[in-house]
């Protein structure tokens, strides 16, 4: 294989991976990688250091091998390695991975745009496709506000029309615009449906008025079956684009086509907008939402947990829900540190560290107040106790030959914790555990090495544990 194609090949490959898993771990784990070796069934893939290596491998090597596969179908064996000679600018097996994800993004949303945009508009591209109703999270003071968007996302143009939404920042609105905006998009495919902001629509008039073009601009928006615009209140005091809007909301109104606004109070505390197009807010179906409770937001960093694929303790999550405000994004700020602080360090989310975390982000003070940390545990009763209550099973069958499923994992756990963090013989652990002989034990600690080699979740909750018992 020449120089152009080994180079061409790892870029199909790096374009595979970087399609399967999430942006935010690529571009955390993937900086450069280079073929080191390839033959013709089995391929080396070079990295920067041993810590890129190792962790690549641990967590995406399925991703990569089917990403392989699916660009050179013969290859059997995958190696990863270490490439000493990576950041040789003579080295010309080497991708950039962080250049490479721009690169292949940015043709993605022309091609998106190309494809999604007729008549020549040009929509603002910021939706998220995990914005969706079934993971909006709902509490009393936005029930109205997710039933009507709902409603106009099932049909539009006869349920609720006009359609305005207003609430304060930070509360959800655009998770539950661009849920509407999703749905929409996804049950009418031949419709023309434009996601939009008060900034952009702004620009769009101010362009239209230099290039003499007005009326193009009327005809674009004539020809759109469904507008959202988000964050209305950016035309306070914007005279002639509020003229405009209400110009083109009577045009869309009288062509029956959905109308769907955001803002950030009452249309009767407008008072930066002209009369004529506060008055016409007013008529139309005003919804609101106030501010989360506790409950509230304790359902919301446990939906945006298991959105996030991480397993947050009970006792973490309702930490946080107590301690934060009503800001949801800022639930999602402390997510997204503490996934950050396991991924990065292996610091588990214990409610000491995210205090302790919190506090520096000085989003609370002094969380952790005159709290003592836990002493070390100092014998074994202490540690079964801890497994057993950790994994919701009795301390009997921890201790005795009970070989159901769902009783070895936690006994092996018990077991390796015993033997790597007390320091305890196997000879010891075998009189705890029901008299068990040497090689049993052994096999155990083996057995559960094994798998924490392939299972993430048990890793983490040995860490958690870890933590809790001070060891």
């Known amino acids: 294989m020449d120089k152009t194609s080994e180079v061409s090949v790892l870029k199909n490959i790096i374009k595979e991976v970087a399609g399967k898993i999430r942006k935010q771990d690529f571009l955390t784990y993937f900086k450069k990688v280079s073929i080191v070796d390839i033959s013709e069934d089995s391929i080396s893939l070079g990295f920067v250091s041993s810590f890129a290596k190792d ?5 995406f090597k399925w991703e990569i091998e089917d990403s392989i596969k699916a660009v050179l179908p013969n290859i059997l064996h995958l190696k990863f390695i270490v490439d000493s000679n990576i950041d040789n600018p003579s080295n010309y097996k080497v991708i950039d991975c962080i250049k490479e994800y721009k690169e292949i993004f940015s043709k993605k949303k022309k091609e998106e745009i190309d494809e999604n945009n007729s008549s020549d508009w040009i929509e603002v591209k910021i939706i998220n496709d995990k914005y969706r109703f079934d993971n909006f999270v709902v509490w009393p003071s936005n029930q109205l506000a997710s039933a009507a968007s709902e409603a106009v996302a099932r049909k539009p143009w006869s349920a609720y029309n006009p359609l305005y939404i207003y609430w304060n920042v930070w509360l959800g609105k655009t998770h539950l615009l661009q849920a509407t905006w999703n749905a929409i998009k996804t049950r009418f495919k031949d419709k023309k449906i434009v996601y939009t902001t ?21 005809e674009k928006y004539r020809n ?24 083109i909301f009577n045009i869309m109104y009288e062509s029956n086509k959905q109308i769907i606004l955001s803002w950030d109070r009452p249309a009767r505390e407008l008072s930066e907008l002209e009369p004529r197009l506060r008055s016409r807010f007013e008529w139309w179906i005003i919804v609101d939402i106030s501010e989360p409770d506790y409950e509230t937001r304790l359902a919301i960093i446990q939906e945006k947990s298991k959105a996030k694929e991480f397993m947050l303790p009970q006792e973490v999550s309702e930490f946080i829900a107590y301690n ?3 800001n949801v994004r800022e639930l999602e700020w402390i997510l997204n540190q503490i996934i950050a602080e396991y991924e990065l360090h292996n610091t588990p989310p214990t409610i000491d560290n995210v205090a302790s975390r919190m506090n520096k982000l000085s989003i609370t003070d002094n969380l952790l107040g005159n709290r003592k940390i836990k002493n070390r545990i100092k014998t074994y009763e202490e540690l079964v106790d801890a497994v057993s209550t950790h994994f ?4 009997k069958d921890l201790l005795w030959d009970d070989r159901r499923k769902e009783n070895m994992i936690p006994r092996q756990v018990a077991m390796y914790l015993l033997k790597n963090n007390m320091n305890y013989t196997f000879e010891r652990i075998w009189n705890i555990f029901s008299g068990r002989n040497h090689s049993a ?27 809790k018992l001070g060891i």
């Open 441 to 467: 034990v052994l096999y155990s600690c083996k057995k559960l090495e094994s798998i924490l080699k392939r299972n993430q979740n048990l890793f983490y909750e040995i860490n958690v544990l870890r933590d």
């Open 55 to 59: 962790n690549i491998s641990h967590k």
């Open 198 to 218: 008060a900034d952009k629509f702004t620009t769009d008039y101010v362009t239209s008025i230099k290039k003499k073009t007005t009326d193009k601009l009327r």
């Open 392 to 395: 919701w099973i009795l301390k």
């Open 324 to 326: 934060t405000g009503s």
């Open 224 to 247: 759109i079956d469904v507008l959202v615009i988000d964050d209305v209140q950016f035309l306070a005091w914007k005279k002639q684009t509020q003229e405009e809007l209400y110009n």
